[in-house]
């Protein structure tokens, strides 16, 4: 805790000085918190896209200019949405802090959706304002055209004018920023979406406060020791709620930030040796990637760096955390939060390696400070006991101060268990789950299974009909690079695989069809694309009929 007061430089008198000073001035949101990280590591590199470099001072400076554009031109205050199709870049970034500043409602929209889903989007929520990328340039203008409500739409061309302005400002010696005034603003809402790139998309407001960022804050920093940190490479996008969260996170403690638009394996491998990273924010899928062509490539050496993993945002498999501890080391920390609950559980190398070695199972780790996360059993919504499975969910309770108050538990989907140590596991999703034989089957555990095996890369399970059963699980598998075989083994089949599985699943447990495939579904956050897994699986029951 001393080391990140003295990272925050709130171990003087200065830096509380400068915390009042952004809050006086901005008020409570996050353009507050870059002002007072301006004010704290000014000359500081900030952030690194794929064609900028900003100090803190350059980046404070042009989310100003976004912010009084913004304000002036499209009348942008509170009670006003604007949504935001763009990929990691500083754009998005500064996007972020203008309209935080501004106290404005701000929706993150997934730039892999479908058009008909931003359709559905700009119809139900009435933007005010679009900022987007240029790829959805044509559509977007046309669209606007025969909408029903009006709404501008804004280039990320355009914002990047904004801030080829202020690069004049500063040339000229103008101090144009230092006379922009606002007035004290609350943080208007940050809207994240849920539901992937398929199907229904679903909203997770948030209102952020002081009371909401502290617990997340203190447990992410002290228990993956940040501030002993200087660089970090954001891979996670930022419209995701676990992006953000590192992306403020690092603001706060002055550290550098790389972000690129879009992830590539290789190059990241030449990002961690160029800029000596030390923290890479990721999804389970881009570490497997790093890692086969690290490994592959002889590249190991180039990883040497990095000291924090963070994983987050989608399951960690037993498999993948061997191979990280057996070529990287004891670097990997396992994140679990959801959209609308936020940042809950933490697990460190050391947790997950005991967990591993006493059950097999990978922990998401101990609930972050103050937060009352348990399994509940449905439909009574109580607690369940120790290694009793139920529903996550998350407990407060609202009521004013003397007021009797309300029992509020939000549910996550997620199936899971704590055991005596206060340690949580996941086991899926509840609307994965299915019923074969009277049992029930949670096609997660299925798929860690098959991932232990040496010649499998990646799999999914989904339910599908049976006359006997009722239901059974199908499995999509991915091979091996049959370069990664040894010499005298030969390419797995479904006959092997069936044969290895019988020892290690129960019966209501085993594969109906294992099918293997070039590659699987991933949505742009990194995670499994289970809608289509599921399209896959109802286009096999077609078929049985």
Same mark, same amino acid.
């Given at each position: 805790? @001393?080391?990140?007061?003295?990272?925050?430089? %709130?171990?003087?008198?200065?830096?509380?000085?400068? @915390?009042?000073?952004?809050?006086?001035?901005?008020?409570?949101?996050?353009?507050?918190? %870059?002002?007072?990280?301006?004010?704290?590591?000014?000359?500081?590199?900030?952030?690194?896209?794929?064609?900028?470099?900003?100090?803190?001072?350059?980046?404070?400076?042009?989310?100003?200019?976004?912010?009084?554009?913004?304000?002036?031109?499209?009348?942008?205050?509170?009670?006003?949405? %604007?949504?935001?199709?763009?990929?990691?870049?500083?754009?998005?970034?500064?996007?972020?802090?203008?309209?935080?500043?501004?106290?404005?409602?701000?929706?993150?929209?997934?730039?892999?959706?479908?058009?008909?889903?931003?359709?559905?989007?700009?119809?139900?929520?009435?933007?005010?304002?679009?900022?987007?990328?240029?790829?959805?340039?044509?559509?977007?203008?046309?669209?606007?055209?025969?909408?029903?409500?009006?709404?501008?739409?804004?280039?990320?061309?355009?914002?990047?004018?904004?801030?080829?302005?202020?690069?004049?400002? #500063?040339?000229?010696?103008?101090?144009?920023?230092?006379?922009?005034?606002?007035?004290?603003?609350?943080?208007?809402?940050?809207?994240?979406?849920?539901?992937?790139?398929?199907?229904?998309?679903?909203?997770?407001?948030?209102? $952020?406060?002081?009371?909401?960022?502290?617990?997340?804050?203190?447990?992410?920093?002290?228990?993956?020791?940040?501030?002993?940190?200087?660089?970090?490479?954001?891979?996670? $996008?930022?419209?995701?709620?676990?992006?953000?969260?590192?992306?403020?996170?690092?603001?706060?403690?002055?550290?550098?930030?790389?972000?690129?638009?879009?992830?590539?394996?290789?190059?990241?491998?030449?990002?961690?040796?160029?800029?000596?990273?030390?923290?890479?924010?990721?999804?389970?899928?881009?570490?497997?990637?790093?890692?086969?062509?690290?490994?592959?490539?002889?590249?190991?050496?180039?990883?040497?760096?990095? #000291?924090?993993?963070?994983?987050?945002?989608?399951?960690?498999?037993?498999?993948?955390?061997?191979?990280?501890?057996?070529?990287?080391?004891?670097?990997?920390?396992?994140?679990?939060?959801?959209?609308?609950?936020?940042?809950?559980?933490?697990?460190?190398?050391?947790?997950? =390696?005991?967990?591993?070695?006493?059950?097999?199972? %990978?922990?998401?780790?101990?609930?972050?400070?103050?937060?009352?996360?348990?399994?509940?059993?449905? $439909?009574?919504?109580?607690?369940?006991?120790?290694?009793?499975?139920?529903?996550?969910?998350?407990?407060?309770?609202? &009521?004013?101060?003397?007021?009797?108050?309300?029992?509020?538990?939000?549910?996550? &989907?997620?199936?899971?268990?704590?055991?005596?140590?206060?340690?949580?596991?996941?086991?899926?999703?509840?609307?994965?789950?299915?019923?074969?034989?009277?049992?029930?089957?949670?096609?997660?555990?299925?798929?860690?299974?098959?991932?232990?095996?040496?010649?499998?890369?990646?799999?999914?399970?989904?339910?599908?009909?049976?006359?006997?059963?009722?239901?059974?699980?199908?499995?999509?598998?991915?091979?091996?690079? #049959?370069?990664?075989?040894?010499?005298?083994?030969?390419?797995?089949?479904?006959?092997?695989?069936?044969?290895?599985?019988?020892?290690?699943?129960?019966?209501?447990?085993?594969?109906?069809?294992?099918?293997?495939?070039?590659?699987? $579904?991933?949505?742009?956050?990194?995670?499994?694309?289970?809608?289509?897994?599921?399209?896959?699986?109802?286009? =096999?029951?077609?078929?049985?009929?």
């Amino acid at each position: 805790m @001393l080391s990140l007061l003295r990272r925050l430089r %709130l171990y003087s008198p200065m830096g509380w000085f400068y @915390l009042l000073q952004a809050v006086v001035k901005h008020g409570i949101n996050v353009l507050a918190l %870059l002002a007072f990280a301006q004010s704290n590591y000014s000359n500081r590199t900030a952030l690194r896209d794929d064609s900028r470099e900003l100090t803190y001072k350059q980046l404070y400076k042009e989310a100003i200019m976004l912010a009084d554009w913004l304000r002036t031109e499209y009348i942008i205050e509170p009670g006003k949405k %604007l949504a935001v199709i763009c990929r990691n870049d500083s754009i998005l970034v500064e996007t972020v802090f203008a309209v935080s500043g501004l106290g404005a409602d701000l929706y993150f929209l997934n730039p892999d959706m479908s058009f008909s889903q931003i359709e559905t989007m700009v119809f139900q929520h009435k933007f005010d304002c679009i900022i987007y990328d240029s790829a959805y340039g044509e559509q977007l203008k046309k669209y606007q055209q025969q909408a029903e409500h009006k709404f501008t739409l804004l280039d990320c061309s355009d914002i990047l004018t904004v801030g080829m302005k202020q690069q004049e400002v #500063q040339n000229n010696n103008v101090k144009k920023t230092d006379r922009i005034r606002f007035e004290r603003r609350s943080m208007g809402r940050l809207i994240l979406l849920t539901g992937g790139t398929g199907g229904t998309v679903k909203t997770a407001s948030h209102k $952020p406060s002081l009371r909401q960022y502290i617990s997340p804050f203190l447990s992410i920093s002290t228990r993956l020791k940040l501030s002993n940190y200087e660089r970090a490479y954001i891979a996670t $996008p930022i419209f995701h709620g676990y992006g953000l969260a590192l992306l403020l996170l690092w603001t706060a403690l002055g550290g550098e930030m790389i972000v690129r638009r879009k992830f590539d394996a290789q190059a990241t491998c030449t990002l961690i040796r160029q800029y000596q990273i030390e923290v890479l924010s990721v999804v389970p899928l881009m570490v497997r990637r790093i890692l086969n062509i690290a490994s592959e490539a002889g590249r190991m050496d180039d990883l040497r760096t990095v #000291q924090c993993v963070a994983s987050g945002g989608a399951e960690l498999d037993a498999a993948l955390f061997e191979q990280v501890n057996y070529l990287w080391g004891e670097v990997l920390f396992n994140l679990y939060g959801t959209s609308e609950g936020g940042l809950q559980t933490i697990a460190d190398p050391q947790q997950l =390696l005991e967990s591993f070695q006493k059950s097999g199972n %990978l922990t998401i780790g101990q609930k972050i400070w103050g937060l009352k996360l348990y399994p509940y059993r449905l $439909p009574q919504l109580e607690k369940c006991r120790p290694l009793e499975q139920g529903e996550l969910g998350i407990e407060w309770h609202t &009521g004013k101060l003397l007021q009797r108050s309300k029992r509020v538990v939000q549910l996550s &989907g997620d199936m899971g268990w704590m055991d005596e140590a206060g340690y949580f596991y996941l086991n899926g999703r509840t609307d994965e789950m299915i019923i074969s034989g009277g049992e029930n089957v949670h096609p997660l555990a299925v798929e860690q299974i098959l991932l232990a095996h040496p010649q499998i890369l990646e799999a999914a399970a989904a339910g599908i009909k049976d006359k006997q059963y009722g239901q059974r699980l199908a499995v999509w598998a991915v091979r091996r690079e #049959q370069s990664d075989i040894v010499d005298s083994e030969e390419q797995v089949q479904e006959a092997d695989l069936f044969i290895w599985l019988k020892t290690r699943v129960a019966r209501y447990q085993m594969p109906l069809s294992i099918i293997f495939v070039a590659e699987l $579904p991933y949505t742009a956050t990194g995670k499994l694309d289970r809608g289509m897994i599921k399209t896959w699986a109802e286009r =096999l029951n077609k078929a049985m009929d």
